[in-house]
């Protein structure tokens, strides 16, 4: 049983500074640019009832009464709500704990508005009767509210929330197609610094297992299938910096089993404008990647394949040799990653299926059941998810808010705008199932997650807060969630052909 | 001290018109505090000393429509359409929740719209913070004691200075109330022309703000000055001390103006109808003018014909109305429709407050806030319950017109006066226009945006 676990490969291998560096930008938008908006006059929301001594109470009992309502609200907009959540640190989405006091907005009072300010604001933008200004002038009130850098869990979720929905307000007219990449209209804004970025994918790896678990599954169930090979060939659509692989290489220069260290060829479909939101370009990750293989003594040689410009894949263009075994590896969702539309990871796993490869590995993220709730449905099942994320990673680590902060900023912000964008854009259509159930559609054949490989994803969420859970979701496919929420999945298939 | 009569009045003129040229039209406007009852000396239009204080005080270009779209870029928003404000949009939908007795529904738009509102923010924010109140009495059944608390809380603050300036500063940027006084003005002094006796009955809400110009004009225009018996019928929210100053002023202005004045008060009463002619000193030789500004709607729906008979009963020359222009009368039967004219009408008023004042006046607020007072008494005050008038259910022009034509007919505004009225609109901002309906007849409508927003009209029995 080959593990990778004690390998700390990630700090030493790119020279990554491990001091967490303070940045000072901020993206937080003011009320200055909005001359008309006096909402500074009033902290609590509630209208000006001064003159009103005996009203309060009714109101009191009102708002109160409201909130009771509120779980209904929450339901209704879940379509059946199906997953339970349980209430973490500060954030009770549906557990309400409605103050005494009005004008005392506790945290959980002003976490419940806030999420139904955002509903409010996603139902105006999308909703049957739909108003663009409805919209722009809840987000309004959501910025007073709320800000990226400070506040609870909740408000800067919210921030960002608000962010991306202003973004989708502002870019609707602009008839996004499907095929650009999704990574938010507000791309541009998040140039980060390198160093904020290594800064931030360093903390994203030691605050949480997300990375870890992803590449670690797959890593393992590919030793797995490929013991007996002498030459293994991996396809990898997404490479980014090349973290997967290095513990992969280390795992084949020491396996015991089968024909001692086999070639590995890695090919890295590329995308002509894709090298933002990475640290550095594909060649660069190559580089490293031939460097340590050579440090370790492992034969390795690195390739590229290149989509066309509207990341259709070409099977065609990956090099194939005759003996070697063909893995797929198919990293979607990790935290750090950008949005691959999906008319392009549907372009690379149908080419995939063409070249008949020994074993795919998926790993996606989990997203709730929707029913028929349609865009606003979605968003807040996606609000939920990312709520159980920072959740999570304020249970790991709950006195560095700012490296918190700056993961958030860095690489959730993007991905929230990028994920709302693309529930916006397929708002009418039927809902995207998950890649695994496409996967199985189209024909390939799960294969089983072993025994080792689960225990090592155990193993590996044992390093972290005991809120985290791996579960089997299927024979092939393991889950991590925070809580009871589902986040990630990594599956393991195999093409319809194969005798594994 | 009679001021000269004009020259080249032209034949078809009589010379009752000519000498009319001499007078002024235009109201007063806000002075230093001096002898004069409110304001400067009235301007005649040939003496121009006064009028450069004019340009002075006509208003400057104030920020138009602050509602929060305008920094939105996007295409195909009409800032002007009610209908696509998210405030109209929401207050609409929260009025419709409430007719259909839909209780979540009611309580997520009422949630909604506190969040929204302020009554510091902008159009749409006043807009949904005053007509949430509203909602929120009609939802839990508060509205009476709301418009109480509301009531006394303004009445505390109250005072014969803060009422003078607050409706001075209202003249000094908007027709809206001077468009009546001129109007009506004109029609009492044509009716009136030639008798020596003057009975005027006034029963209005603008604090004799009306009459300086009008005793102006007795004085100038004949040899012979008229008495003038002024009679002043308060309602209750008018508190005693205000008609205290207000009665030494006039006598005061009326003196330097050698116009013999005689001035009455009648309060305390519970509703019009119960005046009488013996209550309010109406004597035989006298040539009585009845005034009402605002009045006609504190009326019970159900009494308006009585006060018109009784209008009648007094025997006057002319009777001059001057009412806003909205249907608010029939709230308990359909709350939507009501709902929404009040939320038509009090949109354009709130428009033309924020644009006429400036952004931080403490009068644009003062207004705004009787304005919610109505709101909440239109909408959420049930009408059996009530004791103490104030009901403030307006009608529009044509409908008042059918009432009146019960026991009068209409008087046509004659060129002259109709001129008058369209000098006076000059010294306003733009977006205010005289119409003339020209079929039935039934007055003249100031309009603000070609939204008709006041009516004024003159009848004789």
Known sequence: MAMAIDNAFEVDFFSYSTTTTTTTTTTTTTTDDDPTCTWNNWGSPVVDWDSFSSERDEFQDLIESMMDDGTELMELAGGGGGVDHETS???????????????????????????????????????????????RVILVRLKELVSPNDGTNMERLAAYFTEALQGLLEGSGAGHGKHLVTNGPNQHHHEHHQTDMIAAFQLLQDMSPYVKFGHFTANQAILEAVTHDRRIHIVDYDIMEGIQWPSLMQALVSRKDGPPTPHLRITAISRGGSGRRSIGTIQETGRRLVAFAASIGQPFSFHQCRLDS????????????????????????????????????????????????????????????????????????????????YDSLEAGFPMQSRARALVER?????????????????????ENCPWSEWLAAVGFKPVNISFANHCQAKLLLGLFNDGYRVEESANNKLVLGWKSRRLLSASIWTSPDSDL | MKLSSAKGASPSHNSFHSKRRSRHIVPPFQSPDQLEPWSSVAVDMHN????????????????????????????????????????????????????DKDSSKIHHLLWMLNELA??????????????????????????????????????????????????????????????????????????????????????????????P????????????TPHLKLTVVVTANIVRSVMKEIRQRMEKFARLMGVPFEFNVISGLNHLGELTKEALGVLEDEAVAVNCIGALRRVAVQERGAVIEMFKSLGPKVVTVVEE?????????????????????????????????????????????????????????????????????????????????????????SDDVVDDVKALLRRYRDGWKLTQPLQDETGLYLTWKEEPVVWVSAWKP
């Open chain 1, 310 to 389: 509207d990341e259709t894949f070409r099977p065609s263009a990956v090099k194939l040799v005759r003996g070697e075994a063909l893995v797929i590896n198919c990293m979607l969702h990790l935290p750090h990653f950008s949005y691959r539309t999906p008319d392009s990871v549907a372009s690379f796993l149908s080419g995939a299926k063409t070249l008949n490869p020994r074993l795919v590995t998926l790993v996606e993220e989990e997203v709730g059941p929707i029913g028929d709730g349609g865009f606003v449905g979605r968003f807040m099942d996606s609000l939920h998810h990312y709520s159980a994320l």
């Open chain 2, 325 to 413: 222009e909205a249907d608010l009368s029939n709230s308990q039967h359909d709350f939507v429709r009501c709902f929404e004219e009040c939320l038509r009408f009090y949109t354009l008023y709130f428009e033309m407050l924020e644009e006429s004042f400036a952004p931080t006046s403490n009068e644009k607020l003062m207004l705004e806030r009787e304005c919610s007072r109505s709101i909440v008494r239109v909408l959420a005050c049930d009408d059996e319950q009530d004791s103490g008038g104030e009901c403030e259910r307006r009608e529009r022009g044509r409908q008042w017109s059918d009432r009146l034509k019960e026991a009068f007919s209409l008087v046509r505004f």
């Open chain 2, 118 to 211: 302020s009554p510091y923010g902008d159009c749409d924010q006043k807009l949904a913070s005053y007509f949430l109140q509203a909602l929120f009495c009609k939802a839990t059944d508060s509205g009476q004691r709301c418009y109480k608390t509301l009531t006394s809380a303004a009445e505390k603050g109250n005072s014969f200075d803060s009422a003078r300036k607050l409706i001075l500063k209202f003249q000094e940027v908007s027709p809206w109330t001077t468009f009546g006084h001129v109007a009506a003005n004109g029609a009492i002094l044509e009716a009136l022309d030639g008798e020596t006796k003057l009975h005027i009955i006034d029963i209005s809400n603008t604090l004799c703000t009306q009459w």
């Open chain 2, 48 to 99: 121009n000393t006064n009028t450069n204080n004019y340009h002075h005080h006509q208003l400057q270009n104030i920020h138009t429509s602050t509602s929060l779209s305008s920094d939105y870029s996007g295409a195909g928003e009409e800032p002007c359409a009610t209908g696509d404000k998210w405030a109209s949009r929401l207050l609409m939908e929260c009025a419709r929740a409430l007719s």
């Open chain 1, 89 to 135: 640190n500060s954030v009770s989405i549906d557990t309400m704990v409605a103050d005494e006091e009005i004008t005392n907005v506790g945290e959980d009072c002003k976490g419940l508005r806030l999420v139904h300010l955002l509903m409010a604001a996603a139902e105006a933008l999308t909703g049957a009767n739909k108003s663009r200004e409805l919209a």
């Open chain 1, 410 to 430: 860095v690489f959730l912000g993007p991905r929230i705008a990028g994920s709302l964008a693309r529930i916006y854009l397929t708002r009418g259509e039927e």
């Open chain 2, 213 to 224: 110009t009008l005793l102006e004009a007795l004085a100038t225009r004949n040899d012979e």
